[in-house]
C-alpha cells in the first residue's frame, strides 16, 4: 500500500467522523476488527463485497500509522 490517504476518508459528515474506506461506510475499526479476530482477507471481502485488498492493506496501513503517532 503505497499511501493509505488515497482510500481511507475521515470526514465529520459521514460515519460520525469515523475513519472508513472512501465511498462507502465501513469503517476501518471494522476491518482491523476482523482481521485481529482471525479472518483472513478472503474472507472479509466475501463479507463487503464494495472492498478490495488494497482497501484492507490500506485499513492496516492506517491503523499502524495511528499506533506510530
Not at 459528515?13 to 471494522?30: A, D, H
Not at 476482523?34 to 472492498?51: K, R, T
Request: charge should be negative; include cysteine.
Amino acid at each position: 500500500m503505497n499511501d493509505w490517504r488515497e482510500r481511507i476518508s475521515i470526514d465529520p459528515n459521514v460515519c460520525f467522523g469515523k475513519p472508513c474506506i472512501k465511498g462507502t461506510r465501513i469503517w476501518v475499526s471494522l476491518i482491523v476488527d476482523n482481521l485481529a479476530a482471525g479472518a483472513n482477507e478472503q474472507e472479509i471481502l466475501e463479507a463487503y463485497p464494495s472492498l478490495t485488498r488494497e482497501d484492507i492493506r490500506a485499513a492496516l496501513a492506517f491503523a499502524a500509522a495511528s499506533a506510530h503517532s
